[in-house]
């Protein structure tokens, strides 16, 4: 994500996120641990090699497993997706999940192969284990195969095919670099704007429609994160929800972690949007459905109030980190409250949102493990 901000002129020099200063990564607790906690998203734009500009909204997803539910909220805004994937370490059980979760929702994939600098780097070793564990259609962008992708304007013969079976999930381009280096990242930029085309303009005359896929707050205000997938949206509309009509306050364009004022948000784009009461994975406007998980919580950890704090308060603020994670799944017991989790990191961060939102000194007891129980056979 640096170098791509940065060879767009958004930043002007890469951040690191082992470092606390990357771009995407802004957060507090992000930067003291030198992982990716929060979605972020930054708009930028680029010159493709015939010379046109090409709009790309970037989202940076976390890649730890305890917050897959925060990556997955993500995946039901994208029109194509990036699998970064180490060229050391290899396929890991988590970038398989990853990796079906994509395909399931049929979202178009490129994948990353990073970390070539790095001792133990080996791209044909890990290609060969992709097309072994994830699908044989991953293909390494290397040779004429790049050079076709590179040269677009040229070769509209082979792009129009490779373009056909990206979309449709029969082709998945490899390629390979260094993001600490910047190896690779001018190729896959140019790989991005051959194969990731879209066609939202000719949405925007149809009534207003729009994916939520994050709830954030900040400065005390309450955003919706959403992604307009059909008309405009301006301030002082009124939106259609579950929870009947809203009007919409403000209009802010997420750029890190900051949010800047925003005219209308139009098909094909995302906004952060006051004054709905809304949660992720609904839908708004013209079409009210809700977008299901498929990542359930691993297991559940009993969180009780530290005096002076009283139970309902707890409850009330666990409430609120709900509707931003609602895999949390809170559900009140005698004397405490039972949170879905992912893993031991998570639990870390949940504490400190706690303590540091809300004040909230607690007390969490060990977790464990949810079993699920399904019918053996037939009776």
């Not at 997803?61 to 990556?71: A, I, Q």
């Amino acid at each position: 994500c640096e170098q791509m901000l940065c060879r767009s002129g958004v930043i002007r020099t890469c951040g690191r996120v082992d470092h606390g200063d990357a771009f995407m990564d802004d957060d507090p607790m992000e930067r003291a641990r030198g992982i990716t906690v929060f979605t972020e998203q930054a708009a930028l734009e680029w010159h493709t090699e015939s010379g046109e500009p090409l709009f790309v909204t970037l989202m940076d997803t976390p890649g730890h497993v305890d917050f897959s539910g925060e990556m997955e909220r993500a995946l039901s805004v994208l029109d194509a997706a990036l699998l970064v994937v180490s060229c050391v370490e290899g396929v890991q059980s988590h970038t398989a999940t990853l990796f079906k979760l994509l395909q399931k929702r049929k979202i178009p994939t490129i994948i990353f192969l990073n970390k070539t600098d790095r001792e133990g780097a080996d791209v044909s070793r890990v290609t060969a284990q992709m097309r072994r564990l994830l699908s044989g259609d991953c293909v390494l962008m290397a040779g004429d195969v790049r050079e076709a992708l590179a040269d677009c304007a040229k070769r509209e013969d082979y792009l129009d095919g490779a373009y056909r079976a990206f979309l449709k999930g029969a082709l998945f381009p490899v390629l390979a670099g260094s993001a600490l280096t910047g190896t690779g990242v001018d190729e896959l930029m140019r790989a991005i704007a051959a194969l990731c085309k879209t066609d939202w303009a000719s949405r925007e005359s149809l009534p207003f429609t729009g994916q939520v896929y994050r709830v954030r707050r900040v400065g005390g205000v309450r955003y919706a994160y959403v992604k307009a997938t059909a008309g405009v949206l301006r301030v002082r509309d009124e939106v259609s929800t579950v929870r009947g009509m809203q009007k919409v306050s403000a209009l802010m364009l997420p750029q890190g972690g900051k949010l800047t004022t925003l005219g209308e948000l139009s098909a094909g784009r995302t906004a952060a949007v006051a004054g709905l009461d809304v949660r992720p994975g609904e839908r708004i406007g013209a079409e009210l459905t809700e977008d299901r998980a498929e990542l359930v919580p691993l297991m559940s950890v009993r969180v009780e109030p530290v005096p002076p704090l009283e139970l309902t308060a707890l409850l009330a603020h666990l409430r609120e980190l709900e509707e931003e994670d609602p895999l949390l799944a809170v559900t009140p017991e005698e004397g405490g409250v039972s949170v879905g989790v992912m893993g031991a990191v998570q639990i870390e961060i949940l504490e400190t949102l706690l303590k540091t939102r809300f004040g909230d000194e607690v007390r969490v007891l060990p977790p464990h493990v949810l079993y699920q129980e399904t019918i053996d056979a037939p009776v």
